[in-house]
């Protein structure tokens, strides 16, 4: 096993039976290796597998064949409650959409996803928003922020179990460029503050650039 390695895709494929004689073939043999530490961009024409893929990442939906190791381990392998447990703990998810609980003020939506991980750390969740530069809402709900400043409690959210995995589906898809860059240069921060691995889907062009690597996808399959 190499120790550089995250996650490691093997031939991965996915398709969606789409009506009783035709499945869509979603991804057509996935091969890709994830290293420790790294900010990986996932970019790609609409349609062409980056969400599907990342989910299969994030392990919120399962391959049709191959293999995914995590750290090693074909964590597809393990029991439902052992890969909730797994996934609570190991991977942080940004999505386009802030998708905060409205009802919760940011301090408590960050508090349910550590609880979610069986722990209940209210200071840890404190610190992660002082870390993304938001603390100052701690007690507002997502009705009352603004986008730029939801999107910073949802990657409090991501953060808050120390994972080792953080995968964004256009993290800034709903910013605009000031916004956007902010964000893109917190990920940067953070990376550099606390190691982690990065895959992020992005339209962005000049985010995409800034990223270690770039893994184009068309039509199922990487292209370069
Ligand atoms: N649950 C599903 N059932 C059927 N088809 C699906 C399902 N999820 C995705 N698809 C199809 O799979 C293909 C790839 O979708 P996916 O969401 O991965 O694309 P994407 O690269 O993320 O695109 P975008 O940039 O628009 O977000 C699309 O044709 C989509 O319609
Ligand atoms: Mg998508």
Same mark, same amino acid.
């Given at each position: 096993m190499n120790n550089d390695i995250i996650v490691e895709l093997k031939n991965i494929t996915k398709s969606y039976k789409i009506s009783k004689e035709h499945n869509l073939n979603v991804l057509k043999g996935i091969n890709l290796n994830i290293r420790k530490g790294e900010i990986v961009a996932i970019v790609g024409? %609409?349609?062409?597998?980056k969400s599907t893929l990342l989910h299969i990442i994030g392990t919120l939906d399962k391959p049709d064949s191959g293999e995914m190791l995590f750290e090693g381990e074909n964590?597809?392998?393990?029991n439902s409650s052992k890969l909730s447990e797994f996934r609570a703990k190991q991977i942080g998810f940004i999505f386009q959409? $802030? $998708?905060?609980?409205?009802?919760?003020t940011g301090l408590e939506n960050v508090l349910i996803a550590n609880m979610i991980a069986g722990f209940k750390d209210e200071t840890k969740a404190l610190q992660m928003l002082k870390e993304v530069g938001i603390e100052h809402r701690a007690? $507002?709900?997502? %009705?009352?922020?603004s986008g730029g400043e939801a999107q910073r409690i949802a990657i409090a959210r991501a953060l808050i179990n120390s994972p080792n995995l953080i995968l964004a589906d256009?993290?800034?898809?709903?910013?605009d460029t000031e916004n956007a860059n902010a964000i893109i240069d917190l990920i940067f921060d953070l990376r550099k503050k606390f190691n982690q691995t990065f895959v992020i889907v992005t339209h962005n062009e000049d985010f995409a650039q800034s990223c270690d690597r770039i893994v184009k996808m068309a039509d199922g399959v990487i292209i370069e």
């Open positions: 024409k %609409s349609g062409a597998g964590v597809f392998n393990l959409f $802030h $998708h905060l609980l409205p009802e919760f007690n $507002h709900k997502p %009705s009352e922020i256009e993290p800034t898809g709903n910013l």
